[in-house]
Nanobody, 130 residues
Framework: QVQLVESGGGLVQPGGSLRLSCEAS????????MAWFRQAPGKEREFVAA???????????YYTDSMKGRFTISRDNAKNTMYLQMNSLKPEDTAVYYC????????????????????WGQGTQVTVSS
C-alpha cells in the first residue's frame, strides 16, 4: 500500500505562484511514476503532469500543453515527496489537485495520461482569484 498526502494548496491571486507537495508513505516511492491531476467544479478530472521513476535512466516528465512553461513537476526520492511548482497562475487553474502513483513506466505523454493509477491522495484545493 502507498499512502499519498497532498499539501500546499490555497488562495492565490492571478499571476501568483504555489508549490504543491505530495508526500508518500508505504512502499518504495522511488519505484513509482507519480502524477498530478486536477478537477474543477462541474468538470472532469484532467491530467496535469507526471514524472517517471528513474529505473531506466533519467526521470521523464510530461505535461498537459496548457501547463508547459508554467508548471514544473519534480521529485525528491530521499524525502518520498513529489512537487508541483505552479507559476503564472490563472483563474482557470482553480481546482482540487490530486497526486497519484502507479508502478507503470510512462514512455509517452499519451501513456502518462491514460494509464491507471493505483493510489490517490485526498486532494488539495487551489483557488486563483483576485
Amino acid at each position: 500500500q502507498v499512502q499519498l498526502v497532498e499539501s500546499g494548496g490555497g488562495l492565490v491571486q492571478p499571476g501568483g505562484s504555489l508549490r504543491l507537495s505530495c508526500e508518500a508513505s508505504g512502499r518504495t516511492f522511488s519505484s513509482y511514476t507519480m502524477a498530478w491531476f486536477r478537477q474543477a467544479p462541474g468538470k472532469e478530472r484532467e491530467f496535469v503532469a507526471a514524472i517517471t521513476w528513474s529505473g531506466r535512466g533519467p526521470h521523464l516528465s510530461y505535461y498537459t500543453d496548457s501547463m508547459k512553461g508554467r508548471f514544473t513537476i519534480s521529485r525528491d526520492n530521499a524525502k518520498n515527496t513529489m512537487y508541483l511548482q505552479m507559476n503564472s497562475l490563472k483563474p482557470e487553474d482553480t481546482a482540487v489537485y490530486y497526486c497519484a502513483a502507479t508502478a507503470m513506466f510512462a514512455t509517452s505523454q499519451t501513456m502518462a495520461v491514460m494509464m491507471p493509477h493505483d493510489y490517490w491522495g485526498q486532494g488539495t484545493q487551489v483557488t486563483v482569484s483576485s
